[in-house]
């Protein structure tokens, strides 16, 4: 029993790779044809205005527009697989410098606002479960109804006419000019480069402006937490080894906290991964309510500026980032909750 056990993790992140082949090329293929059913010449679009049209034309032949789709769909794939996700129409720049000069921003954000949103949802599920249908339950599950469906620019604003002037805090950007100035670029994650620095100012400036984004990020998903703690809390106790601990003459609180709350927390590592997609649609939002120059705001930027390249290579890195997140989350559920593999 002891070596099936042991041989079926292997074999069930085995599976899980494997699936995540299909998943990217239907990934690559919907953002390829999508792309391309947009009405509307992406390389005029983007450059329309700034080149005659033999410079046009000449650009159409160098991005190898002028070839046939499926030709075209080839050099996408090989591309990706080579780990290049193009260049950019309207500044001509590589897909990956531009993720990797404004992904830090985006990333520090979500990491943040993901943590928060623990830091709140967890606590409020299981105080949520613990005094079912009294008035904190229901407060608690009237705050978590409202988080998850505010508008998030609109959680944004609020929070910036009301909130960040009695407290001092920034309401755009990452930090300020002369932080940005004097923080020398080393990750691209600005947080972290302060840390390597040893600018205390700096550390400081760069977390009162993350506090307002990260705290409206962090509402989006919260109600999620709280909700589904809330429910695995009241079905953990309502279990019959919860019942046999109790009836053992264990007190409440113990088997409540030492019971209750561990199994009401396997569920949640299975929702992460989905709520990494949700963190990532929302930090969009969050940037442009904050004007944070995160990926979010750079990916709107180009979907304006109808740049192709841009929009094509910054979806598709996103979208393969969610799905390997989701993966490794399957393996981390599957080392705490054997029966995952089965």
């Not at 983007?46 to 410079?55: E, F, T």
């Not at 995160?294 to 890195?317: E, W």
């Amino acid at each position: 029993m002891t070596r099936a056990g042991s041989g079926s993790l292997p074999r069930y992140i085995l599976q899980r790779i494997l699936l995540v082949i299909p998943m990217i090329w239907v990934i690559l293929t919907l953002v390829f044809f999508l792309m391309r059913v947009a009405p509307g010449d992406p390389v005029s679009a983007a450059l329309g205005g700034k080149l005659n049209p033999q410079a046009l034309e000449q650009r159409r032949e160098a991005l190898g527009f002028n070839r046939p789709l499926l030709a075209q769909y080839w050099d996408y794939l090989s591309s990706v697989l080579h780990g290049d996700f193009g260049t950019t129409f309207s500044d001509n720049q590589p897909v990956l410098h531009v993720i990797r000069d404004n992904g830090g921003a985006t990333l520090y954000l979500t990491m943040a606002s993901f943590a928060l949103a623990l830091l709140i949802g967890i606590p409020l599920g299981l105080l949520a479960g613990r005094y079912r249908d009294s008035a904190p339950d229901a407060v608690i599950r009237l705050f978590g109804i409202l988080t998850y469906a505010a508008p998030i620019f609109f959680v944004g604003f609020l929070l910036q006419f009301y909130v960040a002037e009695p407290l001092g805090l920034p309401t755009s950007g990452d930090a300020s000019p002369i932080t940005v100035f004097e923080v020398p670029t080393k990750t691209h994650i600005l947080l972290l480069d302060a840390v390597l620095s040893g600018n205390g100012t700096a550390v400081q400036d760069v977390l009162k402006h993350l506090i307002l984004p990260a705290f409206t990020l962090a509402l989006l998903i919260c109600g999620v937490f709280i909700r589904l703690v809330r429910v695995n809390m009241l079905q953990t106790m309502q279990t019959d080894y919860v019942e046999a601990a109790e009836a053992r003459g264990l007190k409440r609180s113990s088997v409540t906290w030492r019971h209750g709350f561990r199994n009401a927390l396997i569920p949640v590592i299975t929702i992460v991964g989905l709520q990494f997609a949700l963190l990532l649609g929302g930090a969009i939002l969050t940037e442009q309510t904050f004007n944070w120059p995160g990926i979010g705001s750079k990916l709107l930027f180009y979907i304006n500026n109808r740049d192709y390249g841009a929009v094509q290579g910054i979806v598709t890195f996103l979208a393969i980032a969610v799905v390997v997140v989701s993966v490794l989350i399957d393996v981390v559920n599957a080392l705490i909750d054997p029966r995952v593999r089965y």
